[in-house]
Nanobody, 124 residues
Framework: VQLQAFGGGSVQAGGSLRLSCAAS????????MGWFRQAPDKEREFVAA????????RYADSVKGRFTISRDNAKNTVYLQMNSLKPEDTAVYYC??????????????????WGQGTQVTVSS
């Protein structure tokens, strides 16, 4: 199974971006998906996660009310709508899949597959 993330780019503060992550290959019937990010000289941090079955979501406090995670199970795709972007949101964003359970999990250790990352740059 491979994860392909795309949709990053450069935007001014207050702007919006939508990230997508598509899973290809032989995917399990039930898996959670998450987004993480890593800024320069910082550790990777949790952003948002969503379960497979009931769409339960979890968010980092820093993005609550601004970011929305969603998924299209038929397309094996998860989305991250990012609004009201701030310069501190600048990072490489990674999608991840948890094939062991339905999620949603905050801790990176629960995730089995990771996408290649997509750069998001927010200028002030």
């Amino acid at each position: 199974v491979q994860l392909q993330a795309f949709g990053g780019g450069s935007v001014q503060a207050g702007g919006s971006l939508r990230l997508s992550c598509a899973a290809s290959g032989r995917t399990p019937s039930n898996y959670g998906m998450g987004w993480f990010r890593q800024a320069p000289d910082k550790e990777r941090e949790f952003v948002a996660a969503i379960s497979w079955s009931n769409g339960m979501t979890r968010y980092a406090d820093s993005v609550k009310g601004r970011f929305t995670i969603s998924r299209d199970n038929a397309k094996n795709t998860v989305y991250l709508q990012m609004n009201s972007l701030k310069p501190e949101d600048t990072a490489v964003y990674y999608c991840a899949a948890d094939f062991s359970s339905g999620g949603p999990f905050v801790r990176a250790g629960y995730y089995d597959r990771w996408g290649q990352g997509t750069q998001v740059t927010v200028s002030s």
